[in-house]
Nanobody
Framework: QVQLVESGGGLVQAGDSLRLSCATSGRTLNNLSVGWFRQAPGEERECVAAINWNDGNTYYADSVKGRFTISRDNAKRTVYLQMNSLKPEDTAVYYC????????WGQGTQVTVSS
């Protein structure tokens, strides 16, 4: 199993920045993809960004390319999502996930961007 604990959400204004953290524990992270989904009210859950723990390859949704950066700290077993130039449409609950044969989820952290 993998345990995931998010932190760093909050209320900001459009144009501001936030950094989300996802601290992991449990099984080894080798071969895992770790990243972030988000879900806005009435919307489907969307994969925002992900990183392969082994090689560092990344994925970004088109809606966040150039504004969000995902990174990992191997020693801390933590994944970060740096979010810059935030927009009101980025408002959502952000969920950390890990995936290899099975998907695990964190509890979610609220990000609210006011205009």
């Amino acid at each position: 199993q993998v345990q995931l604990v998010e932190s760093g959400g909050g209320l900001v204004q459009a144009g501001d920045s936030l950094r989300l953290s996802c601290a992991t524990s449990g099984r080894t992270l080798n071969n895992l993809s770790v990243g972030w989904f988000r879900q806005a009210p009435g919307e489907e859950r969307e994969c925002v960004a992900a990183i392969n723990w082994n090689d560092g390859n990344t994925y970004y949704a088109d809606s966040v390319k150039g504004r969000f950066t995902i990174s990992r700290d191997n020693a801390k077993r933590t994944v970060y999502l740096q979010m810059n130039s935030l927009k009101p449409e980025d408002t959502a609950v952000y969920y950390c996930f890990s995936n290899y044969l099975r998907t695990y989820w964190g509890q979610g952290t609220q990000v609210t961007v006011s205009s």
